[in-house]
């Protein structure tokens, strides 16, 4: 296996690069051996960390740069100004320079990435696109449509939150782009509250759309953009799903206090107090991204205890809310919630039998039901049940092909349980159609 080649390359001991990676050199073995299967996203990064190994050869993405911190400036306005380059009147010349300029630049982002290892095949093109076209559109390079309005924006963006809860990638790469644009215009014509409240729900949703993504860079981004708009618009709702993404971006990067703060704090305040049941469902979804941190941070008491808070608010609550803020807030949704923060708490088995208790049907989004199936998929494989673990990939392939094909997690998924042990044809086919050599 690559990690055991590398580590004895180094001449270091399975101690030692437990030391360095935080685990014990029985649970290095096991993964060096197949025994547990190395499909973890942040597992995975932390040894290639260790080992200086590319991510790629492991299916991954590499993570941009972490920019140094922005200006103050910068933080006191809900947006970056759109760019505005060459006020002066170009020169004879400059402009075909310009146009040549543009023009190769846009021909060298088209190409390929080359040079990744077999397991690192570039990431499907619907992914690729949805987010070169977020990122231009969140630095102003995007232009709004003609004559928007307020209505036309509004269903623009329901028409967005179906593609994201069918998962329709390639949709969403040409409607998200040109909404942000138009969120943007609507919100510079007029200060209304409503309609900075509409910009934030946007970014909302742009938040859970990169975070799925797995870019951290832009993900940090539009959160802080939603939660600070949303504050402007004076929409406690939204306020607290863009706090809710903050804190799980704040987990993604290993920050479990502080992302446990975000989360609890946001539940805790007086402006989700109200006796609306849609401002107690989002309590609840923050308690429950509260539980799952404290599994990432390996307490699993904590975990169930704030789980349970969570299971007791849906109860109460009854049905289905805020379809659009985190995937619905219900009793399905909470013991879906369950089954990953059981495997992340390294119960794997609590995950499945969480997992039984479901009916898939029952979940309110196709989104949310492929996610339960990748959920299984992922308990499985730490279980170390291959078979029953690709099942489930492919129930989810069913369920939503492009989510399945494009999601970084879910790649890595399929790259392990390739890497890790013995190949089937319907295992190389599905590493095939998501792209993995």
Known sequence: MRVRQARQARAWTLAELGRRTGYSAAQVSRYERGLAPLTDVTVIRRFAEALGLPVEDFGLVPVPAVPGPRPASVRSIPWLPRPIVGREEPREGENVRRRRLLAN???????????????????????????????????????????????????ALAVALSDFHTGRYGALAERLPRLLA??????????????????????????????KLDDPQLGWMAADRARIIAHTGNSALVAAEASRNLAVLARKAGWHEQAMRIALDAADRLTLRGPSPRLTA?????????????????DRDGMRELTDEAAAIAERLGGVMLRDHGGGFGTATVALHRISAENAAGDPGAAIATARAIAPASLPTVERRCRYFTDVAT???????????????????????????????????????????????????????????
Do not use: K
């Open 379 to 437: 308990a499985y494989a730490h279980w170390g049940r291959r078979d029953q673990s690709l099942h489930a990939l492919l129930n989810a392939e069913r369920c939503s092909p492009e989510e399945t094909h494009t999601r970084p997690a879910v790649r890595a998924l399929v790259s392990g349980l390739l890497l890790g042990g013995r190949t089937t044809p319907e295992l190389r086919a599905l590493a095939t159609r998501c792209a993995i050599a």
């Open 282 to 298: 989002e309590r609840g979804l923050l308690i429950q991204s509260a539980a799952y941190t404290a599994a990432r941070a390996g």
């Open 182 to 211: 138009a969120g943007h215009a609507l919100a510079d014509e007029s200060a209304s509250v409503e309609h900075q409240a509409l910009l934030a729900e946007i970014y909302v949703l742009t938040t859970r759309m990169l975070i």
């Open 105 to 155: 630049l846009a021909a060298t982002a088209s190409l390929p990435f080359v040079g990744r290892g077999a397991a690192g095949a570039r990431a499907p093109a619907s992914g690729d696109l949805l987010v070169a076209r977020v990122r231009d559109a969140m630095l102003g390079l995007d232009t709004a449509p003609a004559a928007t309005t307020t209505a036309w924006v509004r269903g």
